[in-house]
């Protein structure tokens, strides 16, 4: 299958292989057929140079990144994206209970109906918004680009999508150094555009209806969060409008 071949970083264009192994710590890199340049010029670099040209949204790395090292048809695809999953799930949830924390002033003394209203706040936010954040992505990339992404399959997508929003481990070190709540508004827009620079890399498609595909998803989301805030808040106001006639009495 095409999808299970390499890919150039620089160009896009498929290839069979990526280098050429004379002897243990002996190879030699192929080039590409279409542009003449390495294929992949990541494989002799170091992690650390990757990781700073994926912070600068470089195609070529999210190309080595995605075709390259998390290769479709490898035999671990399926753990990592379990992984993956599980790892997005527990890094947003963080993400809600920080948020909570600076929204409200945490007593000492919990009590156990705050309790449960937190727990079924992380419930709502993280499985109900992630399930559509994640089905309105895989939809809008089927409706936005079905002709450039038709070969591709739903788990590859999705893969991509948590892969890239790899800047939500910057929430871990929040656990260590005290921030003010916009800096996780500031990693939510460089989610936003990781997403999109790995949306465009895997469908090869125009980066505005990447854009499109990606901010509608990110929308539902926001929207799904603001409506449980509104459904935890009527039951609040009805009391207040109740207690008003006896208050003027």
């Known amino acids: 299958m095409d999808m299970d ?6 160009c896009g264009f498929r290839i069979k292989t990526l280098f050429v192994q004379y002897s243990p710590g ?31 949204h470089k195609p070529k790395a999210y190309r080595h990144l995605l075709f390259n090292v998390l290769k479709q048809g490898a035999p671990h695809f399926e753990g990592l ?16 209970l920080v948020l909570k924390s600076c929204d409200e002033a ?9 309790l449960v209203w937190t727990c079924r706040k992380l419930l709502t936010d993280v499985f109900l918004g992630n399930l559509l954040f994640l089905g309105t ?5 089927k409706i936005f680009m079905s002709i450039s992404a038709g070969s591709l399959r739903n788990k590859d997508i ?5 892969i890239s929003s790899y800047f939500k481990m910057f929430l871990i070190v929040m656990m260590v150094w005290e921030f003010p709540s916009s800096v996780i508004f500031i990693i939510d827009l460089f989610v936003l555009s990781s997403n999109t620079v790995a949306v465009k890399v895997m469908t090869e498609s ?3 209806r990447c854009i499109g595909a990606c901010f509608s998803a990110h929308a539902v989301k926001i929207f799904t969060t603001q409506m449980s805030l509104l459904a935890e808040a009527i039951p609040w106001l009805v009391s207040i409008m109740a207690a008003l006639p006896k208050i003027k009495k």
């Open 206 to 208: 125009a980066m505005s």
């Open 106 to 114: 945490w007593s000492s003394s919990t009590s156990l109906s705050s």
């Open 137 to 141: 992505f895989l939809l809008a990339t």
């Open 81 to 96: 994206l379990w992984k993956s999953t599980v790892g997005f799930l527990l890094l947003d949830a963080y993400r809600s």
């Open 26 to 56: 002996n190879i030699r890199l192929m080039k590409c057929e279409n542009c003449k340049a390495v294929a992949d010029e990541y494989i002799e670099c170091n992690f650390l140079i990757l990781l700073i040209d994926l912070i600068l």
């Open 158 to 162: 999705l893969l991509a999508i948590l």
């Open 5 to 10: 071949m390499y890919r150039c970083v620089e």
